[in-house]
């Protein structure tokens, strides 16, 4: 899974890939498209109002970032469900004549609450493993009182480790099929924002890697998590005198991780609107490297998936799609 932020005020959409489709969010609806194992695409869409435009005043540098993030994450995880119900539709109508209406809805009720559980397991497990391990690791190495050298150590431990899971990733066929669904979600966003045609031939022309990718988020945030550890850990030195332990340290780091996360939104936001100049293409160089490995090229027909995503998020183009 990896998300497109919304940072574009004209054509403000985003989205994720998702097991055999593809979701977009708009500033109004998010919408879902999927394969069906039969060849149809089955999509399904719903109103949605970010919670910093029904309340004004959460609309605040780095605050938003965070709530947003955590928005995403919601909204990923139930497009996440649906695209898992319909790659499994065709076994469960075969089940169905067999199984009674009230025990499909308690396998449905089962179904809902193994997603909660899931999510929340592989949040535990996210920050056990790129945030623990890293600080675990660089106390290895004796460097606890230059709050400096511990968070670039740390920061290089996090990136290694980030990069071998993508990689590892990479090598499962079901994850290369997502890597294809996010590539076509990609160039579907790109032609939505030239104005070009919604339509394969005029889509293929763009490129699978996007600036405002939630790669380029994460790699943002593994670096600015460098300099505010640094500088926290500088200042924790400076008033107790002794360097924190594995455990103190990793406490309190977590705790920083909200203004880590906004601040890196905010600098997504930011680099999004001078993307065309050199320091916009600086800043967003190292996401778009690691989308090689995040993105692959797709096929027409995941493609047509993207495309059925974005009409289903943006309203305006439904018209289009029933000429």
């Known amino acids: 899974m990896c998300v497109c932020l919304l940072n574009n005020p004209d054509k403000n959409v985003g989205g994720q890939a998702v097991i055999e489709g593809v979701m977009i969010r708009s500033s109004t609806k998010v919408a879902t498209a999927v394969r069906h194992p039969d060849g149809q695409i089955v999509s399904t869409d719903r109103e949605f109002l970010p919670i910093v435009k029904r309340i004004k005043w959460l609309n605040i540098p780095i605050a938003r970032g965070v709530i947003g993030l955590f928005e995403m994450l919601y909204i990923g995880s139930k497009s996440l469900n649906f695209s898992a119900e319909v790659a499994m539709e065709a076994e469960e109508e075969k089940k169905a004549k067999e199984s009674p ?13 193994m997603l909660a559980l899931t999510t929340l397991i592989a949040l535990g ?7 623990f391990v890293p600080i675990w690791l660089s106390n290895l190495f ?8 511990f968070n670039f150590l740390a920061g290089g431990f996090r990136m290694t480790i980030f990069l071998g899971y993508l990689f590892f990733l990479s090598r499962f066929k079901d994850f290369q099929r997502i890597f294809q669904y996010h590539g076509a979600e990609h160039m579907t966003i790109y032609a939505y924002e030239a104005g070009d045609p919604l339509e394969v031939s005029a889509i293929r022309k763009y490129p699978t890697m996007h600036p405002r990718c939630g790669t380029s988020f994460l790699i943002l ?14 200042i924790y030195l400076l008033v107790v005198k002794t360097p924190p332990g594995v455990l103190r340290r990793f406490g309190y780091h977590l705790l920083l991780l909200p203004l880590v996360a906004g601040g890196s939104y905010e600098v997504l936001k930011w680099s999004a609107k001078l993307k065309d100049s050199t320091l916009g293409k600086i800043i967003i160089a190292p996401g778009i490297w690691l989308q090689k490995i995040t993105t692959q090229p797709p096929s027409d027909d995941q493609i047509e998936v993207a495309v059925s995503a974005l009409k289903g998020a943006v309203p305006q183009l439904a018209p289009a799609a029933a000429s």
Request: charged residues 25%; positive net charge; proline residues 0%.
């Open 125 to 131: 497990f996210g920050i056990l493993l790129f945030f």
């Open 142 to 149: 004796g460097v606890n009182r230059n709050a400096i050298a």
């Open 221 to 234: 945030v593994a670096l600015l998590a460098i300099l505010i550890y640094s500088v926290s850990d500088a």
């Open 101 to 113: 209406e009230k025990e499909r809805k308690a396998k449905k009720k089962q179904s809902d609450l």
